[in-house]
């Protein structure tokens, strides 16, 4: 069984991802990592986010145990993450590493943005994780002044706004709702709220399989 989970930043899709796959004992990948890990060593090698060459060859070297996720999860990460993610060619490099998880004997639980409809549009199910952009920024502002972050909201409202733009608009897996997804909205929903809205929702697709 392999779940995608995608949506927008900050929609709240990483921890129902993370939450389902706890709840049904499956491996989680939560794929903006790879792109955060891909823009950091970029960074730290000194080089531009926009250096093309350097941001394939990044993302060609890169291992799953490659992640820091304290280091990964700031502000500026999510930022040079949306920027080289626009790469055609980094997205192939790591496609192949998404893929391999994904088919691991049992399945698992993939989030990001192009999960259904680019990486494995085979999954079963899809859900397209979304929210207010307000409630999104809201969401993110409260995550960063959490881990000790300098907190200016209309920033951050600026940056998720421009994410989506960027991730929407890109020419190479453009963030959308698979035809097959179901959408979850969780403007409205706290935690746990979402989580078991997105279990009904996979336990109504494993229902309907079972008396296929």
């Given at each position: ?38 823009a950091r ?52 490099a ?12 049992g ?11 680019v990486?494995?549009p ?5 859900i ?13 502002a ?9 907190v ?28 097959d ?24 697709t ?7």
């Open positions: 069984m392999i779940i995608a989970i995608d949506g927008p930043a900050a929609s709240g899709k990483g921890t129902i991802a993370r939450r389902l796959a706890q709840h049904l004992n499956l491996p989680h990948l939560d794929t903006g990592l790879l792109y955060r890990a891909t060593a970029l960074l730290e090698q000194g080089h531009d986010l926009s250096d093309r060459a350097a941001a394939i060859a990044s993302a060609r070297g890169l291992a799953l145990t490659d992640f820091d996720e304290a280091a990964l999860r700031g502000r500026g990460m999510g930022e040079a993450a949306s920027i080289v993610a626009a790469i055609p060619e980094v997205r192939v790591l496609v192949e590493m998404q893929r391999g998880f994904a088919l691991r004997p399945g698992a639980v993939l989030d990001g943005r192009d999960i259904g409809t990486i494995c085979e999954a079963r199910p899809k397209f994780v979304t929210a207010s952009v307000e409630a999104r920024a809201t969401r993110r409260l995550e960063l002044k959490s881990r000790g972050e300098k200016d909201y209309a920033a951050v409202l600026e940056d998720i706004r421009t994410r989506d733009a960027r991730d929407s608009g890109r020419a190479a897996a453009p963030l959308k709702v698979a035809g997804a179901v959408v979850l909205d969780t403007t409205k929903l706290d935690v746990e709220a979402a989580f078991k809205a997105a279990l009904a929702i996979v336990e109504a494993l229902a309907a399989q079972s008396a296929g």
